[in-house]
């Protein structure tokens, strides 16, 4: 027995040797002067805006100093630092036509000036349309499991956004073909419109089965007619949005925002009826 205690305060003298070492034999604290710096420079900022962040560095923070960002563009604005090494903002849209813009953030710490830039892109066509016209049709899809199956009944809604005034002038003007599928319209035949939702392009391996909830690449395009009035041609889509929303007395409001394959990106907008025919 008493081996067995004089191993065991032998222990505890060994185990507190090693604390002792642990705590008094470790580096002294860092010290030294703050040292701070922005670490993206450059945030890029798609035209729709959003939420964004800009991170920073920081060492042998001081007391009490609190990183403080500002910017005198009203479109960057809602800045947080709660987190730490990182400056949230909130961009607003960019609704100025072919027209990219940058706005400076300036960044104070300790006395001591700092700065990132936001760099926001632009929608190069910017449309607000004035008509929508267009057909409905029902569309049995295919089941390729089993072809012997009750096939589903997808309604299929070929439609046209454009800001030509019914039967105005055409020079100048953009079109929009959308070949939305979705549910079957279930209400007035004599006046069918888009049933809300979200409708976002579809892959291409679905062109010969559409899905609900999209539109096909195939025959969904824009084309402009210039000052002259001559047709810019068809130009499919490389990716694309459409929301769809109807109020209570309705009245649609239409909202696309896609990226073609030159390129462009466009905005387009629409609020009023929507009659399709059959």
Same mark, same amino acid.
């Given at each position: 027995?008493?081996?067995?205690?004089?191993?065991?305060a032998? /222990?505890?003298?060994?185990?507190?040797?090693?604390?002792?070492?642990?705590?008094?034999?470790? $580096?002294?604290?860092?010290?030294?002067?703050a040292?701070?710096?922005?670490? +993206?420079?450059?945030?890029e900022?798609?035209?729709?805006?959003?939420e964004?962040?800009?991170?920073?560095?920081?060492?042998?923070?001081?007391?009490?100093?609190?990183?403080?960002?500002?910017?005198?563009d009203?479109?960057?604005?809602?800045?947080?630092?709660?987190?730490?090494?990182?400056i949230?903002?909130?961009?607003?849209?960019?609704?100025?036509?072919?027209?990219s813009?940058? /706005?400076?953030?300036?960044?104070e710490y300790?006395?001591e000036?700092f700065?990132?830039?936001?760099?926001q892109?632009?929608?190069?066509?910017?449309?607000? /349309?004035?008509?929508?016209?267009?057909?409905?049709?029902?569309?049995?899809?295919?089941?390729?499991? +089993?072809?012997e199956?009750?096939?589903?009944?997808?309604?299929?809604?070929?439609?046209?956004?454009?800001?030509?005034?019914?039967?105005?002038?055409?020079? +100048?003007?953009?079109?929009?073909?959308?070949?939305?599928y979705?549910a079957p319209?279930?209400? +007035?035949?004599?006046?069918?419109?888009?049933?809300?939702?979200v409708?976002?392009?579809?892959?291409?391996e679905?062109e $010969?089965?559409?899905? /609900?909830?999209?539109f096909t690449?195939?025959?969904?395009?824009?084309?402009?007619?210039?000052?002259?009035? $001559?047709?810019?041609g068809?130009?499919?889509?490389?990716?694309?949005?459409? $929301?769809?929303?109807?109020?209570?007395?309705?009245n649609?409001?239409?909202?696309?925002?896609?990226?073609?394959?030159?390129?462009?990106?466009?905005?387009?907008?629409?609020?009023?009826?929507?009659s399709?025919?059959?």
């Amino acid at each position: 027995m008493k081996k067995i205690l004089n191993n065991m305060a032998a /222990a505890l003298v060994l185990t507190a040797g090693v604390a002792f070492c642990t705590v008094s034999c470790q $580096e002294g604290p860092i010290t030294g002067p703050a040292e701070f710096s922005i670490v +993206d420079t450059i945030v890029e900022v798609p035209a729709e805006g959003g939420e964004f962040s800009a991170t920073y560095f920081l060492e042998n923070p001081v007391l009490g100093e609190e990183v403080h960002p500002t910017c005198s563009d009203s479109w960057v604005s809602g800045f947080n630092t709660l987190t730490a090494y990182e400056i949230t903002f909130t961009v607003s849209a960019n609704m100025t036509e072919g027209v990219s813009r940058e /706005a400076v953030v300036n960044v104070e710490y300790n006395g001591e000036n700092f700065s990132f830039t936001v760099a926001q892109e632009c929608y190069d066509v910017i449309c607000e /349309a004035v008509t929508v016209s267009g057909s409905y049709y029902t569309y049995i899809a295919k089941n390729e499991e +089993d072809p012997e199956a009750v096939a589903d009944t997808l309604g299929n809604y070929f439609i046209e956004i454009s800001n030509q005034v019914k039967d105005g002038e055409r020079n +100048d003007t953009d079109h929009y073909s959308i070949d939305i599928y979705a549910a079957p319209w279930t209400g +007035d035949e004599a006046n069918i419109g888009i049933p809300v939702g979200v409708y976002t392009l579809g892959n291409p391996e679905d062109e $010969e089965n559409p899905k /609900a909830g999209t539109f096909t690449n195939e025959y969904s395009y824009y084309y402009g007619i210039d000052a002259a009035g $001559e047709p810019t041609g068809n130009i499919a889509f490389n990716s694309g949005t459409l $929301e769809v929303a109807v109020d209570e007395d309705g009245n649609y409001s239409l909202l696309l925002v896609a990226t073609f394959e030159d390129g462009s990106v466009h905005y387009v907008t629409y609020s009023g009826p929507v009659s399709l025919y059959k």
